[in-house]
């Protein structure tokens, strides 16, 4: 069974690099292709941050585009996330997920979700 | 960009067949998926591709996607279904949710 485990400094300050890495445990993540990130403000819905592939292709949320980068890690079975000049807006609770995705006929989403791991940013 | 809306609640009683609807531009064009999100949980995965339901999710789970609007049923409707409910899509290389219904069975 697929688990998936985020873990990064849940506190960060304005400004700073939001830095978060997604560990995929009982599986390995060269079996999936898209791998991604999801947020949540407390009390709000879901916002999707973008998803990143084994050989580095990305989809990001066009409203962070210019302050995301995602990576994948395989040797570590892993995926991160960077965030850079945030805010108390990007205060939130960040998801890691594993995406499920085909070209024919195209279909795109999220079936493992992991706990979730929350972030404040705060001086 | 590309909206899905979504009723902010729905009431439902107990046994009752509760309907979630999610609304979207020439959305029966596009599959459309639906997440269940207990309080204190992460969402999970209810159904996929309009109409299929993941492993493990009760039959009790439909849904259905026509014109501009998908629709979530379930139908005999137990407590441990109250939850926030989500549908997405895809559209422009990026996932779009909807805001979010909460389900209420009372």
């Known amino acids: 069974q697929v688990h998936l485990q985020e873990s990064g400094p849940g506190l960060v300050k304005p400004s700073e690099t939001l830095s978060l890495t997604c560990t995929v445990a009982g599986y390995s993540i060269t079996t999936f292709y898209y791998w991604g990130w999801i947020r949540q403000s407390p009390g709000k819905g879901l916002e999707w941050i973008g998803s990143?592939?084994?050989?580095?292709?990305?989809y990001y949320t066009p409203s962070l585009k210019s302050r995301v980068t995602m990576s994948v890690d395989t040797s570590k079975n892993q995926f991160s996330l960077r965030l850079t000049s945030v805010t108390a807006a990007d205060t939130a609770l960040y998801y890691c997920?594993?995406?499920?995705?085909?070209?024919?006929?195209?279909?795109?989403?999220?079936?493992?979700w992991g706990r979730g791991t929350t972030v404040t940013v705060s001086s | 960009s590309y909206e899905l809306s979504q009723p902010p609640s729905v009431s439902v009683s107990p046994g009752q067949t509760a309907s979630i609807t999610c609304s979207g531009d020439?959305?029966?064009?596009?599959?459309v998926f639906w997440y269940q999100q207990r309080p204190g949980q992460s969402p999970a995965l209810v159904m996929y591709q309009d109409n299929k339901r993941p492993s493990g999710i009760p039959q009790r789970f439909s849904g259905s996607n026509s014109g501009n609007t998908a629709t979530l049923m379930i139908t005999e409707t137990q407590v441990m279904d109250e939850a926030h409910y989500y549908c997405q899509a895809w559209d422009s290389s990026t996932v779009v949710f909807g805001g979010g219904t909460d389900l209420a069975v009372l």
């Open positions: 997920v594993r995406v499920v995705s085909s070209a024919s006929p195209f279909y795109y989403y999220m079936d493992v």
């Open positions: 020439k959305l029966g064009n596009k599959y």
């Open positions: 990143v592939s084994l050989s580095g292709i990305t």
